[in-house]
């Protein structure tokens, strides 16, 4: 085991690598970037993220390059830079690191990345690394309830739909989770604020942020109820389409093992259906239960918390990612991205040796990584 686990950390080296050269380059023929949103910023056609301009690219200066630039007929590789000093787009160039040729920034921000330092961001007086540490809570926080209270629902219900499969039990619940999983995250979160937070019924639940104001003032059990009470209706909006689907995923798992000869010669033995259903099945029906959590828990922290985090207003990574990629704050884009593909490979590689844990028949140092 210890071999295969050292073959599957350095296979994550040529993985990682692979994922953000592949999505370096794709930077590099997209339109548009940060040197182009300073100055849209300047020309006063754009009012996005370029509200810091450090240096000697701020205030006075940047005013009179504009000044200086009606000057020169400069004809300029970014777009709307007609008529600006050439020495102030030079400069803007340093700042972001477009001076150095392509292959030495992405070297250089590998370099940077193995030793976690992910510089700042471009258009936050922060650095990268406080920017992801100020918005992990709200992200930890809907990450980890959200999978932790899909599967506390998802796998006893779907054990029991498949020991009822085809009862009346059976078929009510499997039209609740068809409608669960066709509604769109997104729309149901916003039916519950309509209903639950102050739209045209109840208001019961709050509408925006983790904690109320005054939270570090509130006794430690006000605390907890005030935490949860803000993340019910974020969390339950989350989880639909995931209790939905792990619902299903449990249910057709142990089907297929209640229908295999071992589960027969149990019964023969004389063993009750409990003794049966968690003490032979169970460990071979969960094998692709488990499979399915890394996808599940990574993309609970990004993919699909953006529209929540919208929506209820939670200010997490998923909101600070997207932002970042509209704004073009490429340090925060790629740290986001080398910090999910590296949470991805270990949470996978968490997930094979819980395999060995259910089963220690599952032998990973006969395979291939």
Known sequence: MAAYIVRRILFMIPTIFGIMLVSFVVVQFAPGGPVERVIAQLRGSDTGATSRISGSTSGDFAHGALQAGSQFDVTSKYRGAQGLDPAFIKSLEKQFGFDKPAYERFFLMMWNYLRFDFGKSYFRDVSVLQLIKEKL?????????????????????????????????????SGVIIVG????????????????????????????????????QFPWWEKILDYFWHLTLPIVSMGLAAFATMTLLTKNSFLEELRKQYVLTARAKGCSERQVLYGHIFRNAMLLVIAGFPAAFVSAFFAG??????????????????ESVLNRDYPVVFANLYIFALLGLVVNLISDLTYTWIDPRIDFETREV
């Open 305 to 322: 918390s953006l529209l929540i985090e919208t929506i209820f207003s939670l200010d997490g990574l998923g909101l600070l990612s997207f």
């Open 181 to 216: 999983y066709a509604i769109p995250g997104f729309l149901f979160a916003i039916l519950l604020i309509v209903l639950f937070a102050g739209g045209s019924f109840w208001q019961i639940f709050p509408l925006r942020g983790l904690v109320s104001e005054g939270w570090s």
């Open 137 to 173: 809570p709200v992200s930890i926080s809907l990450g980890i309830w959200m999978t932790l209270l899909s599967y506390l629902i998802s796998i006893p219900l779907g054990i029991r739909k498949a020991v009822r499969d085809g009862s009346q039990f059976d078929v009510w619940t």
